[in-house]
């Protein structure tokens, strides 16, 4: 077969996968046209690339790294397997239980730290928030979607998984190596604090969590509460169902939430008023590491004027994503929705925004120990070093003392 074959035939071939998946887009019939005059432009970078490069590339290579490039331009939960990566993805999903305990995403290319679990086999390591992770076992991770980043961090209990992380802190990447292990997710902590205000931090959002919630606040009003923090800072796993329920235990009314695609029906989820469980004074606390079903919560309340949301902007995940499979091995992973704030904001796309902004004391500027020491004694300075520079929850409390002052100070 001649080269000029060669060419057409991988062109060609190209042309009908990518309008392919342009059709599962959702590419309307009015923009045809630009979609045909997009692909005349692929094909012609491909020709020379094909004909005018320094040497022969390899077209395989050129043609994944540009199915990648499509895909991670939508969203970063949207990713193209090929076949050995698709593989390797149902085989971790199978197989894996073992996990480090982190969520992720994608920042700056790379795979990206959102929040690790307390306790975790991530935290453990000394793993924090905003960490980048530059590559795993060697390979970078700029050339992974995300799907196949979570699948190589998978893997059988008690393995090993070696990956370099930037920090801010620290000028060269560092290797840490993380024993997987099965997650166990801490339980929904509370007590109370000063001037009778309840607080209440579940640290995911995972199914039975809104219960919990509700059970923890009918306790501290037994104890005399009679305001309350729902902190939700560094809550990033869970479902979004639950993110619902446990919006609805502040709002006897109003729009929590609703879920929308280009062919996806919207579905709008109501405050049910039977399952509201108080209505004193509320202030949510958010920050960087809040993602997801947490970032529901936060937006419920906040947009229906129920709460204040005091903290920093939030990471800003939520949509539903489906796999769907090409004949040959490969797959795409999209997202087909995306969860809405009650004022119309895809929460993916804007993440959400307190009302009352106070940045993260996420310790950027503590001066760390010295190299040598030991990494638990690291984990326990960084701990400190936080816990003094919470104004966070300094201002949360402030909050909530100065709407007792505005109410003691209203005309009876």
Known sequence: ???????????????????????????????????????????????????EYVEEPNIQTVTDG????????LDANSSYLSPAEYKLYKQH????????????????????????????????????????????????????????????LTGQPGSNVTFSVVRARRAEPQKVTVTRDVITLPQVSEKMLEDGIGYVRPYALTKGRAQEIAADIRAL??????????DLRD???????????????????????????QKFAKET?????????????????????????????????????????????????????????IPDGSALILTVAKY???????????????????????GADVVLPDEDQDNNSDQEFRKEERQKQDEQLRRSIQVLKNKDLKAAAAPQ
Do not use: W
């Open 269 to 325: 989820f109501n405050a049910d008023p039977q399952k509201d469980v108080t209505d004193v004074p509320l202030v949510v606390m958010v920050n960087r590491g809040t993602a997801g079903p947490a970032e529901i919560v936060a937006a419920a309340v906040m947009e229906n004027a129920r709460a204040d949301v005091v903290g920093d902007k939030t990471f800003g995940t939520g949509g539903v994503q489906k796999v769907i499979e």
């Open 66 to 73: 540009s199915l990648h490039g499509l895909l991670e331009s």
């Open 340 to 362: 809405y704030t009650p004022g119309g904001k895809a929460i993916q796309d804007t993440a959400i925004t307190p009302n009352i902004l106070v940045a993260d004391a996420d």
């Open 221 to 230: 009003q037994k104890q005399g509460a009679h305001k309350f923090i729902l």
């Open 93 to 152: 999903k199978a197989d894996g239980k073992g996990e480090i305990g982190a969520t992720l995403s994608k920042r700056f290319g790379y795979a990206a730290v959102i929040s690790v679990v307390p306790g975790g086999p991530a935290d453990k390591a000394g793993i924090e928030n905003a960490d980048i992770i530059e590559a795993i076992e060697g390979k970078s991770t700029h050339e992974m979607s995300l799907a196949e980043v979570n699948a190589m």
């Open 235 to 261: 809550c990033s796993v869970g479902e979004a169902n639950e993110g619902v329920a446990a919006a609805n235990l502040f709002l006897n009314h109003g729009v929590i939430t609703y879920l929308q695609g």
């Open 1 to 51: 077969m001649s080269k000029a074959l060669k060419i057409l035939i991988v062109t060609v071939s190209l042309g009908i996968v990518l309008f392919a998946v342009a059709g599962g887009l959702g590419v309307r019939a009015s923009s045809n046209d630009s979609a045909y005059r997009q692909l005349g432009v692929y094909s012609e970078v491909l020709s020379r690339i094909r004909s």
